[in-house]
């Protein structure tokens, strides 16, 4: 099954560790033993790269070959060490989405340069910002969010809420944006035509192979395009239901129990007799 595979790359969040964990050691250990076997490994995450970087080092994992950011719009090539950025959410686009959000109690995020932008500087916010290191910005109207371009706009919601959010960005479903889950509590908004499936044929097509070479593992709808587009799309048990099925496999444990891990040892390890 895994005799063509090139590159394994995985979802941060649900997938690699939990939500603002630290990686396991065994995980750790796992990635080194990928690339001493020659095969390439890399993360793909609805953060930016900046963040990516700082989260990756942190575990001690160095020169990752490929980072996916944005949920496909920054793509970090380590084979040539080059960034590239791709489609953009437009002002007015930004402006529909709070329209959109209006019903329900939300907090706007954005990443704004090396910085989060908020409506609230919450517990949420605090968390994501201590986690990475990162500055932030209170914003001092909601035009603030949509004065110029942006590859996406995030609304921190109440659980209890997302099913309704769900619903009301699928009857205001829009040609040019979409909508993602990506966490119990988030609602992302970004151009229709980002994805980390994109980004990630992008890479294939800079170093010399196919989506076919890729074992991608993920959890939520925003890893969905990924996983159909990977030669073998994995899907975390603790993922949601549409993301299970757009996947090729499911894993046997939940992120909780390192659950891509116990894949790459006992299923691709154990096939590759390493």
Not at 3 to 9: F, Q, S
Not at 76 to 92: L, R
Not at 94 to 107: A, H, L, S
Not at 154 to 172: G, N, S, T
Request: proline share 3%; with cysteine.
């Amino acid at each position: 099954m895994f005799e063509n595979t090139k590159l394994v790359i995985c979802d941060i969040d649900g997938t690699l560790v939990v939500t603002h964990q630290k990686l396991s050691e065994r995980a750790r250990k796992a990635i080194e033993k990928l690339r001493e076997h020659g095969i390439l490994f890399g993360v793909a995450s609805g953060r930016n790269i900046g963040d990516l970087s700082y989260i990756v080092g942190s575990w001690g994992v160095e020169d990752v070959d490929v980072i996916i950011g944005l949920n496909g719009s920054e793509l970090y090539d380590g084979i040539h060490d080059k960034t590239y950025k791709y489609f953009q959410m437009e002002p007015e686009w930004i402006k529909e989405t709070f329209d959109i959000m209006r019903p329900f109690n939300f907090n706007p995020v954005m990443y704004y340069g090396k910085a989060y932008m908020c409506g609230v500087y919450d517990t949420k916010v605090h968390y994501s910002v201590q986690f990475t290191k990162s500055d932030y910005i209170v914003a001092k109207s909601e035009e603030d969010f949509y004065r110029e371009p942006n590859a996406k706009i995030m609304f921190r919601v109440d659980e209890k809420d997302m099913p309704a959010v769900e619903a009301r960005a699928k009857e205001f479903e829009s040609p040019y944006y979409k909508a993602n889950k990506t966490q119990a509590t988030l609602m992302e908004f970004q151009n229709r035509q980002a994805s980390k499936a994109y980004a990630l044929d992008q890479f294939c097509q800079l170093n010399g192979f196919t989506l076919d070479n890729i074992i991608a593992f993920g959890d939520t709808t925003n890893d969905n395009e990924m996983l159909k587009a990977a030669g073998i799309g994995v899907c975390m048990v603790n993922g949601s239901d549409d993301t299970k099925a757009m996947a090729d496999i499911i894993t046997e444990k939940p992120v909780e129990e390192d659950g891509w891990v116990d894949f790459i040892e006992n299923v691709f390890f154990k096939e590759k007799g390493w």
